[in-house]
């Protein structure tokens, strides 16, 4: 099984990181860079995961996870946000903090993507591999190899 991830992201370059990387460690990866683009992406497509900026031209991230949790199809994929709104500090970040904690009961995943310093910041993959192997008990095996080079210390989950 080759997971899907669906990269929601309007700044190109933080898009392309994010591919490639995730190509790189066996993920079927596509883009979209406008807000109006996603839910229709995310129904055709199918994703396993979405990683979602908070600020986007056309709709928002608020917005669009509104969409998905009204959606019976959307509304429980994996959905990392990955954004410079974090958690309570702006408007933005708190109305997607209250609005998926509301709904889902737990609290959202969000990461920012503007911190660089090694002890702050959440590396991507690792969280992905996370809630993949919470979710389904595998991840793909180049994440796996990926995260034993990386984060010895991490339990492993099953590989596909």
Known sequence: MQYKVLVVEDDEDTAAIN???LKELGF???VVNNGDLAIPK???WAPHVVILDLELPGQNGV???QQMFLDPLLKNLIIIANTVHMDAKDDLGFAY???FQKI???EPVMINKMITDADQHIDLRLVIADMLGQKYGAIPRPLMEWMKR???DKKEWGVV
Do not use: C, D, G, N
């Open 104 to 106: 889902r009961h737990e």
């Open 63 to 65: 917005q669009i996870l």
């Open 97 to 99: 903090y209250y609005h």
């Open 42 to 44: 995310m129904k055709e």
């Open 150 to 152: 990386h984060y010895p």
């Open 28 to 30: 079927l990866v596509e």
């Open 19 to 21: 591919a490639i990387s």
